[in-house]
């Protein structure tokens, strides 16, 4: 017989002072997905993204190489470009006082600035990212050395069994907003013990009765049988730490990234991709929207609850809950 384990405390959700520990201990050292390659269709063409407060910029240059950098200008820390994504004339140049870098980093022009003996320019490149590319998807860490990115996506690699990703396009995007810990949305995401009752249309269409969560390395890997085969759902949806979800459709998928917005909010970006970027069918959307409505509503009626100072702690399912043991027990060790 397996054993029960508690759940975290309910201070984990509720304590606004363990944001910055995460993020320090869990977000600067993870990889976080930014974007899919046809976000940077050709030389000079970029993408900003916030990650858990960090501020990135994927920029392709007239070599074709990506490189990734904090949005961030040494000058003064303005920001690099006004939108999320777009095509420079070959330099990013800050809007606030027009410092003028390369597309590889390097600090071409500090406008205006000034005799100093003091200041070399070579000294003031954009401070770079590292950044690595799975099936096309583009993931950044703001740690000086990483682990391969590779190693982290091996189970889900496995699962896919050459499934061909190859013709796949940005088709749309969708953002969400949670009042709500990143946390108490993530467990949500790692178990669908509840799906029978909070997710009818979902329901209806796998067999949620044979829902299975296995947990390779720091990756959840879903199942459910979908009904029919003509349905919205494969029946595959992976979580890989700390905070992305794969949601693999029958033509398609969509990438989920959980984004804490402090403790007490969280936003969902989602990316939609199909092939050769075609638009996404009205049925995953209709589908999506439902099942985050309600997604949203019982993790906010959770988060209420875990910051009346009623709950402590509760107990974890052994057959239904295992991947949020594991995810706890990767937080204590982060």
């Not at 759940?7 to 944001?19: E, G, H, M, Q």
């Not at 050292?29 to 993408?47: G, N």
């Not at 009752?197 to 879903?222: K, M």
Request: hydrophobic fraction near 40%.
């Amino acid at each position: 017989m397996n054993s029960s384990p508690l759940t975290a405390p309910a201070s984990w959700y509720s304590d606004p002072s363990r944001w910055p520990r995460e993020r320090a201990g869990v977000f600067a050292k993870a990889w976080q997905f930014v974007t899919h390659e046809s976000a940077l269709p050709e030389p000079r063409s970029w993408r900003a993204e916030t990650l858990a407060g960090y501020p990135v910029l994927l920029v392709r240059g007239e070599d074709g190489e990506v490189r990734g950098f904090h949005n961030v200008c040494r000058h003064r820390a303005g920001p690099l470009v006004r939108a999320e994504q777009g095509v420079c004339d070959g330099a990013l140049v800050c809007p606030y006082h027009g410092w003028r870098y390369a597309l590889d980093g390097r600090l071409r022009a500090a406008r205006d600035f000034g005799a100093a003996a003091d200041f070399d320019p070579r000294e003031y490149g954009l401070f770079p990212l590292n950044i690595a590319s799975w099936r096309g998807l583009w993931f950044a860490s703001v740690a000086e050395n990483p682990a391969p990115l590779a190693a982290l996506l091996a189970p889900l690699e496995q699962r896919l069994a050459g499934a061909d990703w190859s013709n796949l396009r940005i088709a749309a995007r969708r953002t969400h907003t949670l009042a709500c810990n990143w946390k108490t949305y993530v467990e949500n995401y790692l178990e669908g013990y509840h799906v029978p009752l909070l997710h009818p249309t979902l329901d209806a269409e796998v067999h949620s009765d044979q829902y299975t969560v296995t947990v390779e390395g720091r990756t959840a890997l879903h199942y459910a049988p979908p009904r029919d085969p003509m349905g919205v759902y494969d029946g595959l949806w992976a979580w890989v730490w700390p905070n992305i979800g794969v949601n693999v459709y029958r033509r398609g998928l969509m990438i989920e990234r959980m984004s804490p917005l402090g403790a007490d909010r969280t936003q969902l970006d989602y990316l939609y991709l199909m092939p050769e970027g075609e638009a996404v069918p009205a049925e995953t959307l209709a589908m999506a929207n439902q099942v985050t409505a309600e997604d949203k509503w019982i993790v906010e009626r959770v988060q209420e609850n875990l910051n009346s100072g009623i709950y402590e702690h509760g107990r974890l399912s052994p057959k239904h809950e295992g991947a949020i043991a594991a995810f706890q027990t990767w937080l204590r060790e982060a």
